[in-house]
């Protein structure tokens, strides 16, 4: 176990809606990455967030949005949804260069 | 496009055999990481080894890293049932995102 936690596990929505997706990270722990997993692939580097600012973003388009709380825990916002969307999210918290996975919110576009 | 591509992409092997894989990336390192996966769940971290570092150990897992050849290889020795996984390799650059291969299944037949 990573002390990483992510809510909800499993998510289904239709083409058009927005989702937010939650993590916690693992104690001290100031740094959070979101990753998008599609069926058989790595996972993509989606944004990463110090400290509560953005510090890095991958190849996703503006819809795709993030936030860090002072606790260090974050959310990932996806509005329009696309089938495309469809994927297993994961978040990973970090202190130095190692990251630690949390388990992962598998969401169905319909 | 990934940084890095693990070769083979399937591997199936007997229980106390060794399974060997290879992952292969295209620019400058800081580290190298190995992360396993079971079922589309999350990735739990497996090593980490830093780009002045050759090899490194840990438990039944021996990881090696030739920055010349831009390669690293993941040795699991004496593999067990619970060895069936995805193992993915993860080249962190200095802008501290993770660049992931598609990963290699592996299967362990009892």
């Known amino acids: 176990e990573t002390g990483v936690t992510q809510s909800p596990t499993h998510l289904i929505k239709t083409r058009g809606q927005q989702v937010t997706l939650r993590c916690s990270s693992q104690?001290?722990?100031?740094?959070v990455s979101w990753y998008q997993q599609a069926l058989g692939q790595g996972p993509q580097f989606i944004f990463q967030?110090?400290?509560?600012?953005?510090?890095g973003r991958g190849n996703f388009p503006p819809r795709f949005s993030g936030l860090q709380f002072p606790n260090y825990s974050s959310e990932l916002n996806v509005n329009a949804l696309e089938l495309d969307d469809s994927a297993l999210y994961l978040c990973?918290?970090?202190?130095?260069?190692?990251?630690?996975f949390g388990p992962g919110t598998r969401l169905t576009v319909l | 496009s990934q940084q890095g591509e693990e070769d083979p992409q399937a591997l199936s092997i007997q229980e106390g055999e060794n399974a060997t894989m290879n992952c292969s990336y295209k620019?400058?390192?800081?580290?190298l990481q190995w992360y396993r996966q079971n079922s589309g769940r999350g990735l739990v971290h497996l090593i980490l080894?830093?780009?002045?570092?050759r090899e490194k150990h840990s438990g039944r897992l021996r990881v090696t890293l030739d920055t010349s050849k831009k390669s690293s290889s993941l040795l699991i020795t004496a593999s067990r049932a619970a060895d069936t996984a995805s193992y993915f390799c993860?080249?962190?650059?200095?802008?501290?995102?993770?660049?992931f291969g598609a990963g290699t299944t592996v299967t362990v037949r009892a």
């Open positions: 990973a918290s970090s202190l130095e260069r190692e990251q630690f």
């Open positions: 104690s001290g722990h100031n740094t």
């Open positions: 967030y110090y400290r509560e600012e953005e510090n």
């Open positions: 620019t400058s390192i800081n580290n």
């Open positions: 080894i830093r780009s002045n570092e």
């Open positions: 993860a080249t962190d650059t200095n802008d501290y995102k993770l660049s």
